[in-house]
């Protein structure tokens, strides 16, 4: 036998599983809705996601070298002087990183397929098919031709409205909105973000989270996102982030405006039989930075590894059990990063004191140098106890100076 696995979502998750799949010559079938799909996304990815997907040179846009965190005050501070020569923050379109990434995956086997999958029939004997009810878009017209397809394992990559999720029963989880406009700036003001990136907090901008201004190949990214989800609330929150970065966005103009919602945390169940959630489906988001490109990709590699490892490169069926191993394998890797994400998150994002504690601890060299090891590289550094100690107290120190602490 042959394995079968569909995956069910073609952005960088889906991609990056389908791609593992195929190597290992398994029957792999990629559903992508939009082909030419843009999500609404700050689009910064960390230095290793460049190697360890193997990314070229030109999918980066920019090589974000500084950044400026800006408080509620106004109070700017430059971060990013730790940084290497050779370090720096990747920032990319998403629809040039995700068609680089699903065309790669074709070309090496995988079957595209331009579709929409509407229901996913579950199987009543273990060892039974799943059967994916589709419309295929590739024949033209408004609603496309709807098919059905047979395969052995459903890979999640859906997103955070994921049918697969729901098809499962796979629970329900909080999300955020991102909402971001791309604007095209004259080229003076164009020049000032050329390796430059900045974030802005205060309640005008976001109440439980940041704003950001990030560069573009020809454009620049301004955003905002929130828990407290709400039409009205996203777009004062949006003219915040216009109002504070007014002077350095003069001239521009509007060329794209975009909203997504964003998990908030895992979902409840991430496998289910032989169906499993990969990245913002299974809500690999995390808090504090919003971080989820990385994140998304990885999940989905591990997910499409553990397949492969547990059904000796497709000549076997995968059970739930095999499958699970991949979330034990995740959680075991990455818990201690979301989890410590969530507490900085829910610590500094409180109120405008708090905020202004965050920016200003983030003024200290051994802050930075924890801060870019960790995002860059992707492992919690280990500074020494005289280093970390040196941090607690100046986090403490910056908490009490803003009366942060107070309830």
Same mark, same amino acid.
């Given at each position: 036998?042959?394995?079968?696995?569909?995956?069910?979502?073609?952005?960088?998750?889906?991609?990056?599983?389908?791609?593992?799949?195929?190597?290992?010559?398994?029957?792999?079938?990629?559903?992508?809705?939009?082909?030419?799909?843009?999500?609404?996304?700050?689009?910064?990815?960390?230095?290793?996601?460049?190697?360890?997907?193997?990314?070229?040179?030109?999918?980066?846009?920019?090589?974000?070298?500084?950044?400026?965190?800006?408080?509620?005050?106004?109070?700017?501070?430059?971060?990013?002087?730790?940084?290497?020569?050779?370090?720096?923050?990747?920032?990319?379109?998403?629809?040039?990183?995700?068609?680089?990434? &699903?065309? *790669? +995956?074709? /070309?090496?086997?995988?079957?595209?397929?331009?579709?929409? !999958?509407?229901?996913?029939? #579950? $199987?009543?004997?273990?060892?039974?098919?799943?059967?994916?009810?589709?419309?295929?878009?590739?024949?033209?017209?408004?609603?496309?031709?709807?098919?059905?397809?047979?395969?052995?394992?459903?890979?999640?990559?859906?997103?955070?409205?994921?049918?697969?999720?729901?098809?499962?029963?796979?629970?329900?989880?909080?999300?955020?909105?991102?909402?971001?406009?791309?604007?095209?700036?004259?080229?003076?003001?164009?020049?000032?973000?050329?390796?430059?990136?900045?974030?802005?907090?205060?309640?005008?901008?976001?109440?439980?989270?940041?704003?950001?201004?990030?560069?573009?190949?020809?454009?620049?990214?301004?955003?905002?996102?929130?828990?407290?989800?709400?039409?009205?609330?996203?777009?004062?929150?949006?003219?915040?982030? &216009?109002? *504070? +970065?007014? /002077?350095?966005?003069?001239?521009?103009?509007?060329?794209? !405006?975009?909203?997504?919602? #964003? $998990?908030?945390?895992?979902?409840?169940?991430?496998?289910?039989?032989?169906?499993?959630?990969?990245?913002?489906?299974?809500?690999?988001?995390?808090?504090?930075?919003?971080?989820?490109?990385?994140?998304?990709?990885?999940?989905?590699?591990?997910?499409?590894?553990?397949?492969?490892?547990?059904?000796?490169?497709?000549?076997?069926?995968?059970?739930?059990?095999?499958?699970?191993?991949?979330?034990?394998?995740?959680?075991?890797?990455?818990?201690?990063?979301?989890?410590?994400?969530?507490?900085?998150?829910?610590?500094?994002?409180?109120?405008?004191?708090?905020?202004?504690?965050?920016?200003?601890?983030?003024?200290?060299?051994?802050?930075?140098?924890?801060?870019?090891?960790?995002?860059?590289?992707?492992?919690?550094?280990?500074?020494?106890?005289?280093?970390?100690?040196?941090?607690?107290?100046?986090?403490?120190?910056?908490?009490?100076?803003?009366?942060?602490?107070?309830?």
């Amino acid at each position: 036998m042959v394995l079968r696995v569909a995956v069910v979502g073609g952005g960088p998750a889906g991609s990056s599983a389908a791609e593992i799949l195929v190597k290992a010559g398994i029957e792999t079938y990629l559903f992508e809705r939009k082909l030419d799909n843009a999500k609404p996304c700050g689009g910064a990815i960390p230095l290793c996601m460049v190697d360890e997907f193997d990314l070229p040179p030109e999918i980066i846009d920019r090589r974000v070298r500084k950044m400026k965190m800006i408080s509620p005050s106004n109070i700017e501070v430059n971060i990013g002087q730790t940084l290497k020569d050779d370090e720096y923050i990747g920032m990319c379109r998403r629809e040039v990183l995700d068609g680089f990434l &699903r065309e *790669r +995956a074709e /070309k090496l086997g995988t079957k595209v397929i331009n579709g929409t !999958v509407y229901k996913l029939d #579950i $199987p009543s004997k273990e060892s039974d098919p799943y059967t994916l009810h589709y419309a295929d878009h590739s024949v033209g017209g408004t609603t496309g031709e709807m098919k059905t397809l047979k395969v052995d394992v459903v890979i999640g990559a859906d997103g955070a409205n994921s049918r697969i999720a729901k098809a499962i029963d796979a629970g329900d989880y909080n999300y955020a909105i991102a909402f971001q406009e791309r604007i095209r700036l004259p080229e003076d003001k164009m020049a000032y973000y050329d390796e430059l990136a900045e974030m802005y907090v205060g309640d005008d901008v976001s109440p439980d989270f940041y704003a950001w201004v990030f560069p573009k190949y020809d454009h620049v990214a301004v955003g905002t996102g929130t828990m407290k989800v709400n039409k009205a609330r996203i777009k004062d929150l949006q003219a915040g982030i &216009r109002t *504070r +970065a007014a /002077k350095k966005l003069e001239g521009g103009e509007i060329i794209k !405006v975009e909203a997504h919602p #964003i $998990p908030e945390h895992p979902r409840p169940r991430r496998v289910v039989g032989r169906v499993a959630l990969v990245g913002d489906a299974a809500g690999t988001v995390t808090k504090s930075s919003g971080e989820g490109i990385y994140f998304a990709a990885k999940s989905a590699r591990m997910c499409a590894e553990t397949i492969v490892a547990t059904s000796n490169n497709g000549q076997r069926i995968p059970t739930e059990a095999d499958l699970k191993t991949y979330i034990k394998e995740w959680d075991k890797r990455y818990g201690i990063t979301y989890l410590v994400l969530d507490i900085l998150q829910r610590v500094f994002y409180r109120t405008d004191a708090t905020r202004e504690a965050f920016v200003e601890m983030c003024s200290d060299i051994d802050v930075q140098k924890l801060t870019f090891d960790s995002y860059l590289y992707k492992t919690v550094v280990p500074a020494n106890p005289l280093v970390q100690m040196k941090i607690t107290a100046k986090t403490i120190g910056s908490l009490l100076r803003g009366n942060a602490l107070a309830p």
